[in-house]
């Protein structure tokens, strides 16, 4: 497809369980982003990859997270043991760009992670 | 901390009219600044930038307003539609890119 795709769409944790979200972005983006939307909220930054380098992870909110893009394209963000304040949506954007150009971020549907 | 704040969470507009959207941002480093559009269940798309160093972009019915010494942007819809219904996002960037919380505009026929 033509734009940044993510799986899975939903996804229901139970407390302390680990979860695995997929990000394929538009192919030959160098750029890839990570963000986290609280319901009522704007995206918040989490993590930064410039090809397969991650750049910035200033914004994941603890060391329950990570992320790898170790070839350049696709991305895995993963949480473990969750917690139920990582209910949210989850974004990834990419864009041809480096971080920094003024231009455009491309997003995909999200992820919504629901934990019980 | 909220560097890019859109203080109405929504807005409602009779259809052909204006809808003005308004942004504010306190960081003197944003030099872009991006409009994004969200219908529900989708990601934000894309809908209009301007850079610091204009004041005015326009895209058909979409125009942008940057005052920067009032560090504050505005979306301007003319005329609104019932498919502009959405939320919409403000952006600013200059190495990180910060999201306001959002407007909820209702465009009603």
């Known amino acids: 497809g033509a734009g940044v795709s993510q799986s899975p769409r939903y996804k229901v944790a139970k407390r302390g369980q680990d979860v695995a979200l997929r990000c394929d972005p538009i192919?030959?983006?160098?750029?890839l982003f990570w963000y986290q939307q609280a319901l009522g909220q704007g995206p918040e930054f989490l993590t930064y990859?410039?090809?397969?380098?991650?750049?910035?992870k200033s914004g994941l909110p603890s060391d329950r997270f990570f992320a790898e893009r170790p070839e350049g394209s696709v991305s895995t963000l993963k949480i473990q043991r969750t917690q139920q304040e990582d209910s949210a949506v989850y974004l990834c954007?990419?864009?041809?760009?480096?971080?920094?150009?003024?231009?455009?971020?491309?997003f995909g549907n999200g992820t919504r992670l629901t934990v019980t | 901390d909220q560097q890019v704040k859109q203080n109405s969470p929504s807005l409602s507009v009779q259809e052909g009219r204006i809808s003005i959207l308004n942004c504010d941002y306190t960081?003197?480093?944003?030099?872009?600044f991006l409009w994004y559009k969200k219908y529900p269940a989708e990601g934000p798309t894309f809908l209009i930038s301007?850079?610091?160093?204009?004041d005015k972009n326009e895209d058909g019915r979409f125009t942008v307003f940057l005052n920067k010494s009032a560090k504050h942007l505005s979306l301007h819809i003319v005329p609104s539609q019932p498919g502009d219904s959405a939320v919409y996002f403000c952006?600013?960037?200059?190495?990180?890119?910060?999201f306001g919380a959002g407007t909820r505009l209702t465009v009603k026929p």
């Open positions: 954007a990419s864009s041809s760009l480096d971080r920094g150009s003024n231009s455009p971020l491309h």
């Open positions: 192919s030959g983006h160098v750029s």
């Open positions: 990859f410039q090809n397969e380098a991650q750049l910035d």
């Open positions: 960081n003197s480093m944003f030099d872009y």
């Open positions: 301007i850079s610091s160093i204009k």
């Open positions: 952006a600013a960037s200059y190495n990180d890119m910060r």
